[in-house]
Structure formats: structure tokens, C-alpha cells
């Protein structure tokens, strides 16, 4: 019997990424620079054989429509409606961040399963009330951190696990994300200047919304939990920082000289444009919006439960778009880097991970793992078999539920509170009841 899967939330990365499997879709949708969802599966076929969608909704009836249409399933404008008639095993959120844990809960104490994409939620209060609804109702949730099947990281995984560097004192932790469309650049840094994640409301500024991915993968590296957390966060360079133009591109009268402006695709059209009128919310609006709340600029410091300390920082209008990732050890240090648009001279190589081994200071390099097909470097394929098809990971420990999502949160959360404050967060305090985090 086919395992019943339902969306909630019709994004674009519910469609691409989960409907279009389940529902073995080979047309591919023009998806445009703004999105990084791209890349047909590997496994539809067998994936579609194993599981399936048997429903999708969204507040946005519009656009729940629209999906529903493109993948052949019935639309629902009631959640519960759609829990009672689809009957399903498993309830996938996708929603705008804000809104996970409220689904999340409602899907758990409906009997059902989930899944949810990252970030599992936004702050502490919607992490405590998931981590209660997952035990009073003994359902299962797995938090998608797509990282953990990225090859570099898997590499990684297997030195730091193996001893190759001995204990593990400290890791430096470098994410950048470009600004513009100049050169090679993608713009993936102004892309959440432009929507719903540049409203802290919405989605709990980047520490949340884009670096619970980084949280997660150096909790899992490390094997250790996060207990205090220190952080510095600006707005520099978008918002109320720069120069506002208009309330968004497509209407814009400077989109000949601004580098941040984004043209309405088709798809954009299609699954956006033509459903604001459902809920206002536009996908180009001005990257200088004056309500714009979160941070573009991001440095914390975290201490471990395993005596590991961690500095990470995160940038959204670098020069290239890319990581530099340091793990110091008892018996060497690792280091990885990883260029994905611009910052390098033609012919360079700048991507490696490499071991400096104490004592003769040995150095030895290895090449990046090829990236497999179904988006984010393969990982998204890796962690669909698993989902849909019942496989076992690579490593049991790729697996992430929701103390892994928590966690993950937590570490922006807490730094979102620091930066607020100017104090050093607790933790165990922090959630209010650690008893929660006890598995």
C-alpha cells in the first residue's frame, strides 16, 4: 500500500521538490534566478510507485488552486477538511516559516506524521509547543536539513567521526551570500530582502530562516547540543540602509541602474503574481523597503555541551556566495571551502576540503564529492529516497528530528535575543522547560 502524503503550504518549494516526485511530473516549470529549487529528480518514477499526494493546501486558495492543477490533486481551503477526507499518513509543511509550528501541531494531534522544511519554527515559544505535541502524541516529525546528505558535509562527517583530527576544540564558520546580478553573482543574498523573510515576524530574520541549515550541519559534525549564545547582528546594506525606490520592481521606475532588481517570470506569474489578490503578498517588492526588520550582517559566538565553541558568521551582500568552514582538533585541523558564484580568477580551484595533521603538519587535500542530480547538489534526491522509499541513509545519523530541529533554532533564536539584549543566552533558560529536550 502506497505510503498518503498531503502538502501544507503550496510554495515553490512544495511543488518542486515534493509534489512533482510524488506525482511522477516531468514538465519543468521556469523557475528564474530567485529560486534554487531547480533540477528534475532522479527517481519520480519509483517514487510516485511507493507514495502519494493525495491533497494540497494553503490560506492562499489562489495559488492552492494553482498547484493543485499543475500536479493533478484536489485543492483544499480548510487544513482539517484536508486531514479528514485525504486521509494521510504524512503531513508535509512547506509554508512560509512563521507558519510551520502551527501546522506542525495541528498535523501531530491529528494522528498524522510530518515533515517540515527548515526551519522547523521561529522562536522558542513555537518550539516548545511543538516539542509538547510530539509527545503527547507519540508522532514522528523529520525536519528536512538537506546538508546533512550534501557530499563535502558527509565527507567531513566521516574524518571528524573516524579520530582524524582527535577531539574537537573549535570550528570557524564562514556563510556568504551574494547581493546583485553583477558578474557571475546570483543574488541569492538580496532574494530574502524581497520577500516575506525580510520581516522578522515572518520568518525570524536569516539566524533562523537561513542559518539553522549551518547550525544544524555543525551540531551533527560536532555531536554535541548548544547551551550558551553570544551575538552581534546590522542591517547594512538593505532596508532602511539604502535608497527606497518603489514599493516593488514590476513597477519600478529605476530598474535600469538598480542591481537588485528581479523580472517577473512566467512561473513567478503564474504561482505568485496572479494570487495576490487572495493575501497582498508580492514577491518583488523593494529590497529598500523602510519595514524591512531583520539582519544582513551576523556574527555569534556558541558554547557546547562537549566544550566545542563555536564563531559563525553570515553575510547577505558579500562578493561571492560560497563557505569557508575550520575545525580545530587534538591532532590537526580541518579545512573546507566551497565558491559558488564569483570571487575566483578563471582557472582557479578554490573548493577542497584538506587535513593538517599535528606534529609533521602533514597536509593532505581532497577533491569535493561530484554533485548528483535533484537539486542542491544531489542531497535533495538523497533525502527524498529516504522519505518517499523507506531507504536507509548513509548514516543513521542524517536523520533529523525534531530535537535536531530545535536545536537548530534555538542557536538563532537565542542569538536574535542576544542581539537584543546584549546578554548571553542560556539555553536550558532559554526554552523555559528542558525537560523538552530530553531525548
Not at 33 to 56: C, M, R, T, W
Not at 246 to 273: A, L, N, W
Not at 406 to 423: H, Q, V
Request: net charge negative.
Amino acid at each position: 500500500m502506497k505510503k498518503r502524503f498531503v502538502i501544507a503550504g503550496t510554495s515553490n518549494r512544495g511543488m518542486n521538490s515534493y509534489g512533482e516526485p510524488l506525482v511522477e511530473m516531468t514538465k519543468t516549470q521556469e523557475l528564474g534566478d530567485n529560486f534554487g529549487y531547480g533540477g528534475d529528480s532522479a527517481n519520480k518514477n519509483e517514487i510516485s510507485e511507493a507514495s502519494e499526494l493525495v491533497g494540497v493546501y494553503d490560506s492562499n486558495i489562489g495559488r492552492a488552486k494553482y498547484v493543485a492543477e499543475q500536479l493533478g490533486v484536489t485543492a483544499y481551503e480548510d487544513f482539517d477538511e484536508m486531514i479528514k477526507e485525504a486521509k494521510p499518513d504524512c503531513v508535509i509543511v512547506t509554508t512560509a516559516d512563521y507558519a510551520h509550528a502551527e501546522y506542525v501541531v495541528r498535523a501531530l494531534d491529528a494522528g498524522c506524521d510530518v515533515w517540515c522544511e527548515k526551519p522547523m519554527c521561529i522562536n522558542e515559544e513555537q518550539c516548545r509547543a511543538i516539542l509538547e505535541a510530539e509527545r503527547r502524541n507519540n508522532r514522528k516529525i523529520g525536519v528536512c536539513f538537506n546538508m546533512r546528505y550534501m557530499g563535502p558535509f558527509i565527507m567531513l562527517k566521516k574524518l571528524i567521526d573516524s579520530g582524524e583530527i582527535g577531539e574537537i576544540y573549535n570550528v570557524h564558520f564562514e556563510w556568504l551570500l551574494t547581493q546583485d546580478y553583477t558578474g557571475k553573482h546570483g543574488g541569492h543574498g538580496a532574494s530574502y530582502f524581497r520577500r516575506w523573510n525580510a520581516y522578522m515576524e515572518k520568518s525570524g530574520g536569516l539566524l533562523i530562516t537561513k542559518s539553522t541549515h549551518h547550525f544544524d550541519v555543525v551540531n551533527w559534525l560536532i555531536n554535541g547540543r548548544p547551551k550558551r549564545v553570544s551575538a552581534f547582528g546590522k542591517l547594512r546594506n538593505y532596508g532602511k540602509s539604502g535608497e527606497f525606490r518603489g514599493v516593488r520592481c514590476s513597477t519600478c521606475e529605476h530598474t535600469d541602474k538598480c542591481p537588485y532588481y528581479v523580472k517577473i517570470t512566467p512561473f513567478m506569474q503564474e504561482m505568485y503574481v496572479d494570487h495576490e489578490k487572495y493575501d497582498n503578498y508580492m514577491i518583488d517588492r523593494c529590497a529598500f523597503d523602510e519595514e524591512i526588520d531583520i539582519y544582513d550582517t551576523m556574527s555569534l559566538t556558541v558554547e557546547y555541551d562537549n566544550d566545542v565553541v563555536m564563531a559563525y558568521s553570515e553575510t547577505s551582500a558579500a562578493m561571492y556566495e560560497g563557505f569557508k568552514l575550520y575545525i580545530n582538533g587534538s591532532k590537526g585541523r580541518i579545512e573546507a571551502q566551497k565558491f559558488n558564484d564569483g570571487g575566483t580568477k578563471e582557472g582557479e580551484v578554490p573548493e577542497f576540503i584538506r587535513v593538517i595533521k599535528k606534529g609533521d603538519f602533514q597536509v593532505e587535500s581532497y577533491p569535493l564529492p561530484p554533485e548528483g542530480s535533484g537539486g542542491h547538489g544531489g542531497s535533495d534526491d538523497a533525502f527524498r529516497r529516504v522519505l518517499f522509499l523507506g531507504e536507509e541513509p548513509e548514516m543513521e545519523s542524517q536523520r533529523a528530528g525534531s530535537i535536531d530541529g530545535a536545536y537548530s533554532i534555538l542557536i538563532g533564536a537565542a542569538a536574535n535575543e542576544s542581539i537584543k539584549t546584549g546578554k548571553i543566552i542560556d539555553i536550558d533558560e532559554f526554552i523555559g522547560d528542558s525537560t523538552l529536550l530530553d531525548r
